[in-house]
Structures are given as structure tokens and as C-alpha cells.
């Protein structure tokens, strides 16, 4: 008996079931090495880019503190802290929004990591009205496909307990834990471009370069942020943290 596939570029093609499941495989594995690809175009400035994509999302979150911790320079390891409203637990897993009026609105699973899933868009309107840096939906996606990523939040009421997230490099939450933690969102890119290795040689190679690229980045946005405190730190392969600047503008 034959058996129907679906390849990913859209062709059918028949096999026999003695084939089926290794053909599947190899499939699921294109799929995988696909996401990886993409993911490596959205986070393609390296290191400035996902320093870039973390602490715009903690102004979308209206944090008026930004810790950014480097390890080894962020090549072992990039954390973004801020104090905003952090994530509800609703938006964990998934929720549905039913479309109506005509189908209107969205149907959004408000999923933190998978791609294309926003929680910064309801309608479509809400693109007439975009205040946010950014609303596609891609960049942690990327992060989880390219590195060893996850979450710590809380939100107001629910602190001083919040939760740990894990994910999947597809995006798909894998595990959830209680942690102790204060309102807002910490996140964690460690291993940056682990599964591309011509990305990663590229970064240990040019690693000084890059941070000193983001340091300059971090410092335009600490210009502009009004009412937002920016610390950076970086620990070193050998040492303890280094506070490297703090800003704070009032109005």
C-alpha cells in the first residue's frame, strides 16, 4: 500500500510504508535545519541584533530599568533584566481569539516564542496604531532556534513568585517552572548561533568587535530613553562582573 507525503516544497510523492517513517524523518530534519537558516537572516547582525530585539521588547514592556549582563563579551552568554510589566501567564502557552465581524480579527495564538505570534497586535487594525518596536513576531523565535534560551517573569500580582520558561528551538514551550523573581522579564541567550557553525567560528572570531558594537548601541538607546535607567555589565572569562556604565534620564 502506498502512503500520500507532503514534502516541504510542496510536491507529493508516493512511498511505500517501508519508507515512510525515514523519509518522514528526514523531512522533519529539512524543516528543522530551514528554521535554523531563517532564524540566522532576523538575528543578523549577531550579537547587536539580539541585544537589539531584547531590550526593545523591554521598552514595549515599559521597563524603566535595563540591566544588560554579557558573559565572556556575550559570547558564552547575553541577559537582558527589566522591571516592565512582565508576561502573563495566559500568554505561556496559547490562547485563542475567535475571529469576528466578518473575520476581522486575528486568530492569534498568543504564543511567547513561536514565530509569526505576537501578543503586541489584537486586530488589524492595530497596525493603523503600532507604538511598539516591533510586532512581527520573529526575533525570539530566532533566539530559541539559534541558542540556549529561556524566560523568567513575573507580573505585578504575581510576584515575588514568577516562572521559568524553557522552550523548544521550534519555539514550543517544554518546560515551566516556579522561581523567585520580581515584576518584569529577565532573558537569556547563552550559546548564540550553536547550531550554525560557520555563524558561530564568525562570532568567537570577531566577539571584541560585536560587543563593542552593542556597548554603542546600548548607549544610543540610553540616550534617547527618557525616565529609563540602563546598566551594563560583563563578566570576563576570568573575574567578576565589571559594571561597565549606568545611565538615567528624567524628563
Do not use: W
Not at 521597563?63 to 505561556?92: P, Q
Amino acid at each position: 500500500m502506498s502512503t500520500l507525503i507532503q514534502p516541504i516544497d510542496g510536491r507529493s510523492v508516493y512511498s511505500s510504508h517501508s519508507n515512510t517513517h525515514s523519509y518522514a524523518a528526514s523531512l522533519t530534519d529539512s524543516a528543522v535545519q530551514i528554521h535554523h537558516l531563517q532564524s540566522g537572516q532576523v538575528i543578523n547582525d549577531g550579537l547587536n541584533s539580539a541585544v537589539k530585539e531584547l531590550v526593545e521588547n523591554a521598552l514595549d514592556a515599559h521597563a524603566t530599568s535595563i540591566e544588560v549582563r554579557f558573559k565572556n563579551y556575550g559570547l558564552e552568554s547575553l541577559e537582558v533584566i527589566d522591571n516592565g510589566h512582565g508576561i502573563s501567564s495566559d500568554n505561556y502557552e496559547s490562547i485563542g481569539m475567535a475571529p469576528s465581524n466578518g473575520g476581522q480579527h486575528l486568530l492569534m495564538k498568543m504564543t511567547t516564542a513561536l514565530k509569526h505570534h505576537t501578543s503586541k497586535l489584537r486586530t488589524y487594525a492595530d497596525l493603523e496604531s503600532v507604538t511598539t518596536f516591533g510586532f512581527r513576531g520573529e526575533a525570539i523565535s530566532s533566539l530559541c532556534s539559534l541558542s540556549d534560551f529561556y524566560i523568567i517573569t513575573a507580573t505585578a500580582s504575581e510576584a515575588p513568585k514568577g516562572s521559568k520558561l524553557e522552550f523548544e528551538s521550534s519555539g514550543q514551550l517544554k518546560f515551566k517552572t516556579m522561581v523567585a523573581a520580581s515584576k518584569g522579564t529577565t532573558v537569556c541567550v547563552g550559546n548564540l548561533f550553536k547550531n550554525l557553525p560557520v555563524r558561530r567560528r564568525e562570532l568567537e572570531r570577531n566577539i571584541r568587535r560585536d560587543y563593542s558594537k552593542a556597548l554603542g548601541l546600548l548607549q544610543a538607546y540610553a540616550s534617547i530613553c527618557v525616565g529609563v535607567k540602563f546598566s551594563v555589565f560583563n563578566q570576563p572569562p576570568k573575574g567578576c562582573d565589571v559594571l561597565l556604565s549606568t545611565t538615567f534620564h528624567m524628563c
